[in-house]
């Protein structure tokens, strides 16, 4: 058994929970927030067997997609030397997997 921790740009967050409903993949949403941008993100908390984590993957995988977003740097970066918008990719998913030792459900 795995979890997958699945984080998302909210841009996404709708396609990807519906992605997983549809292949009735179990999943709890929490708001985050971190990374470069310091914007928030929504982590997905998914356990599946080992069988199906390749299919978790895939609805993941097809549902967060990459873009490119113009942002300033001395709005998000300490000490930046100018404010030039710069074009960076967000959106896609980071993905952990780690092995569950247990499994409980009350």
Known sequence: MKMLM???Q????PKVQTGLAKAKIGATKLQSTGG???????TFMIVVDD????EALA??????????????????IDNAANSVPMNVQVGGATVFVLPVDQ???F
């Open 103 to 105: 499994f409980i459900h």
């Open 51 to 54: 069988e199906r984590v390749d």
């Open 36 to 42: 470069f941008l310091r914007e928030g993100n929504t």
């Open 10 to 13: 909210p841009k996404d967050a």
């Open 59 to 76: 609805v993941i995988k097809e549902n967060a997609q990459t873009r490119e977003q113009f942002v300033a740097p001395s709005a998000y």
């Open 6 to 8: 699945a984080i998302v």
